[in-house]
């Protein structure tokens, strides 16, 4: 890793002449702001939304032009922020348990909707935290292994109050954590391991600055490095061993952050080695020895073989802007504002 990190620094990045394109699979008579999307085993498509008319959760069977998403819930009170398919079992046709978490607005707290696939309704289960006067809005959903055929240890809920539940049965119930962020948002979760994991937090989505790091599978929570005073504003995290890559934003233009020794320290990765994203970067990933960044407006950047982002592999569709990104070993699903929802072939 040390000879890669010396080959990230001095080796020349340059501009792939020919771009992908990206594929617009958005039901047209969908408007909603697509906050979080899933895949189950089984290649079905779930989002989550929100606009001033209440949240939904939307599924589609079909990857493809003029898509077709069924309302799966839809409630004028309830605003969804988040999601996370549970799939325990490959043998299965469909998902085991589906969450999506938001706020519910006539009591101003944080609400987690819970289907499985035996009964096919919803529970509705509410975080209204008497210690913590701030909304528990429920912005983040999450695990501590990415291995959908097993169980899930723990799962984790990011909320926007500084407070992170976590759930040992499946979410039927929850625990609060032991960390100390103020009235903060717990933006994303992301664990290597069953044991240790990270999450970045701000003061709200759009000053997410601090990292903080769990050594006891999330049951405690601490500060390892803190970007206040660099005006960076991070909008993603995907962790792999110790290697730790955080994208964002700093004043006005893109950031990527890179880390080899567990979050200690970070190295600034511009594009072509000199040039500064031109805009945000929404959302990251580290896996099978690529790197992938998306901006908001859904350009695709990825790493050239052993060098650290050097292409960019498509353009975007620069008159969107997006909000997040969801990736897999096959595509990348770029979503956002107004029901917009792209699909990119690796």
């Not at 609400?111 to 913590?132: A, M, T």
């Not at 929570?221 to 962790?239: E, H, R």
Request: positive net charge.
């Amino acid at each position: 890793m040390k000879k890669l990190f010396v080959i990230l620094l001095l080796f020349p990045l340059f501009l792939i002449a020919k771009e992908k394109n990206i594929v617009d699979i958005s039901d047209t008579n969908v408007k909603k702001n697509y906050c979080a999307v899933e895949l189950n085993s089984q290649g079905v498509l779930y989002v989550s939304a929100y606009d001033y008319d209440g949240g939904g959760v939307y599924k589609s069977s079909l990857l493809k032009s003029n898509n077709h998403f069924e309302t799966i819930y839809d409630n004028k009170e309830v605003f969804l922020f988040s999601l996370k398919i549970l799939d325990f079992n490959s043998s299965t046709t469909s998902d085991d348990i589906i969450l999506a978490g938001g706020y519910l607005s006539k009591c101003l707290c944080g609400v987690l909707l819970r289907r499985d696939n035996v009964s096919g309704q919803w529970r509705e289960i509410y975080f209204d935290d008497i210690d913590n006067p701030f909304v528990s809005n429920i912005f983040s959903i999450s695990t501590n292994t990415n291995n959908r055929r097993n169980s899930f240890s723990r799962i984790f809920l990011g909320c926007t109050n500084g407070i992170i539940y976590y759930s040992d049965d499946n979410a039927i119930s929850f625990k609060k954590a032991n960390i100390t962020a103020g009235n903060s948002l717990i933006k994303k979760i992301s664990f290597v391991n069953k044991s240790t994991g990270y999450a970045i937090i701000g003061k709200d989505r759009f000053l997410i600055n601090q990292l903080y790091k769990t050594s006891d599978s999330g049951r405690t929570w601490k500060k390892v490095i803190d970007f206040s005073n660099d005006y960076i504003a991070i909008n993603d995290i995907s962790v792999s061993g110790d290697t730790v890559l955080l994208v964002g934003s700093q004043l006005t233009k893109g950031i990527l952050l890179f880390s080899i020794n567990a979050g200690k320290t970070f190295v600034n990765i511009k594009y072509m080695n000199s040039i500064e994203y031109p805009r945000a970067l929404i959302s990251g990933s580290l896996s099978d020895k690529s790197i992938y960044a998306v901006d908001e407006a859904g350009a695709v950047f990825k790493n050239e073989t052993d060098i650290y982002i050097s292409q960019k592999v498509a353009e975007g569709i620069k008159s969107e802007k997006f909000m997040n990104a969801y990736f897999n070993k096959k595509i990348i699903l770029i979503y956002g504002f107004d029901g917009k929802i792209y699909k990119f072939d690796k």
